[in-house]
């Protein structure tokens, strides 16, 4: 009988042993996240963790996070991330919650159905300050005579120091704060037969930081030669003009005579083949001088009056 | 001769103590995202005004009535004032919205961060004169004459008076950020 019972007792402390006690105890414990970390650029911070596997069973994160002012006036409040209670991956865009230049704690707990795990929180605390600012992007354009500049949206607590300069020795620096972005701005006039450059560096006044400069970028700007030619030949074109102009005028007027008023033939009869025959004196009225001949006589459309002089002039 | 070299001599000393006051004036001001600050407030300034009871009284009437506060007197009154916040107001208030009490940890954070930074002046530039103090003690006096709970509501409701004066006194004239070596 008493050997009995202590095989049952082995048998008993062998099982509660070996199994895992998640297969029988419903209440078992959640795995807290490891690995916690914030990558921060350009004052974005994403929050990341290690993620916890349970076979079979959809976890979700929960993420709090303490400014410093909580942590030294009160500890015990925790406030829920904006955008992760809960989150199913793991990783976490904490940026609106990290709305000061403060250390922030950041903590983070995984939990399936009603169970959770225990708070992991990040260690250090975390500063916006030690954010990577890189050097912006930006593109650099010419527009007519105008250096034109657009660089990237980096948010609202971004600014530009921009620089740019004319490629030549001695040339003096100029500069430039841009504050809104979105759209080109203008930076300058440019010479013509020139070469410009510009670098641009981001400013974050929350953190009192700046990034580095950007690569410089240059335009060309085309030089006076393109322009001279125009000159040359709207200057050869108006010569032209001016010659041409008067010669149509006169053509035209040729044109409008002919075709207006077109000279009549003169018929045979009146035609003065030899040059020594006089017309004949007119009979009738001697107190007529000139002999004018009428339209019943002689086609008078045409005629002009030096013509009808010349034919009653006689003896 | 040795009359009129001592004269210059206090003359140029006079001078030299307060082009450096002048350049100390500016160590005591504050860099601070006040457009961030000003946004947060205006998520939150409705419910919180409308949660106030004595809407005939004020806390920060006297920032209002101080218009002619000296430029000297700037850095000891902001420093008690957000003293005064951090101390009292955010802590004597207890907020059950979440989305709430996300805005106010975002202006107490952003105040402790301008006290780290008036607290980097040296003593003599951010001195406290009589009438700095008497203009924070009415203050004071003000909030400890009502109930706890309904002067913390009224101090987070006048956060918008606090903030335009800070914005008003703590402009930065130069912007040192920028003065970059070419």
């Not at chain 2, 987070?156 to 606090?162: K, M």
């Not at chain 2, 335009?164 to 004239?173: L, P, V």
Request: proline fraction near 7%; glycine fraction near 4%; charged fraction near 20%.
């Amino acid at each position: 009988m008493v050997l009995e019972g202590t095989w049952a007792s082995l048998f008993t402390w062998v099982f509660c042993t070996l199994i895992p006690c998640s297969l029988t105890d419903p209440g078992a414990v959640v795995p807290a996240p490891q690995n916690l970390s914030v990558h921060s650029a350009n004052m974005k911070h994403l929050l990341v963790w290690s993620p916890v596997i349970l076979p079979g069973e959809t976890v979700h994160y929960w993420v709090e996070y303490q400014g410093e002012y909580e942590s030294l006036y009160m500890s015990h409040m925790w406030i829920p991330s904006s955008w992760c209670s809960p989150t199913p991956g793991p990783e976490c865009d904490v940026t609106d919650d990290i709305t000061a230049t403060v250390p922030y704690r950041l903590r983070v707990r995984a939990t399936s159905g009603p169970r959770a795990s225990a708070w992991s929180a990040l260690k250090p605390p975390f500063n916006r300050n030690s954010t990577l600012l890189l050097p912006p992007r930006m593109a650099v354009r010419k527009d007519g005579s105008h250096l034109v500049i657009e660089l990237e949206d980096l948010g609202p607590q971004f600014e530009f120091f921009v620089t740019f300069w004319r490629k030549a020795p001695g040339a003096k620096e100029h500069a430039k704060v841009v504050s809104s972005v979105g759209f080109p701005v203008y930076l300058g006039a440019m010479e013509p037969g020139a070469v410009y450059c510009v670098k641009a560096r981001a400013l974050v006044r929350a953190i009192a930081r700046r990034s580095a400069f950007s690569q410089a970028q240059c335009v060309e700007v085309q030089g006076e030669a393109l322009p001279l030619g125009l000159a040359l030949f709207a200057f050869v074109a108006f010569m032209l003009f001016l010659v041409a102009l008067p010669v149509s005028i006169w053509k035209a007027g040729q044109l409008l005579r002919y075709s207006c008023c077109p000279m009549a033939i003169l018929p045979d009869t009146l035609k003065i083949t030899n040059p020594s025959q006089k017309p004949a004196p007119c009979r009738g009225e001697e107190k007529v001088d000139v002999c004018v001949m009428t339209d019943r006589d002689a086609p008078r459309r045409g005629l002009r009056h030096a013509e009808l002089a010349d034919l009653g002039e006689g003896p | 001769m040795k009359v009129q070299s001592a004269f210059l001599w206090i003359l140029g000393t006079l001078l030299i103590l307060s082009l450096g006051q002048s350049l100390g004036l500016r160590r005591c001001l504050i860099s601070v995202d006040m457009r961030h600050l000003e946004r947060s407030f205006q998520e939150i300034k409705r419910t919180l005004q409308n949660k106030d009871v004595f809407q005939n009284v004020t806390i920060l009437s006297t920032l209002q009535s101080l218009q002619g506060i000296k430029p000297i007197d700037v850095c000891c009154v902001t420093r008690n004032l957000l003293a005064f916040y951090m101390d009292k107001v955010f802590k004597d208030h207890q907020e059950p919205n979440p989305q709430i009490r996300r805005q106010i940890s975002s202006i107490a954070n952003s105040f402790l961060h301008m006290q780290k930074t008036l607290q980097q002046c040296e003593q003599r530039w951010c001195h406290c004169s009589q009438e700095a103090t008497n203009a924070t003690s009415i203050i004071q006096d003000n909030y400890d004459q009502l109930e706890v709970r309904a002067a913390a509501i009224k101090s987070l409701g006048e956060l918008d008076i606090f903030l335009a004066w800070i914005n008003k006194n703590h402009q930065e004239t130069s912007h040192a950020l920028h003065q970059v070596p070419v």
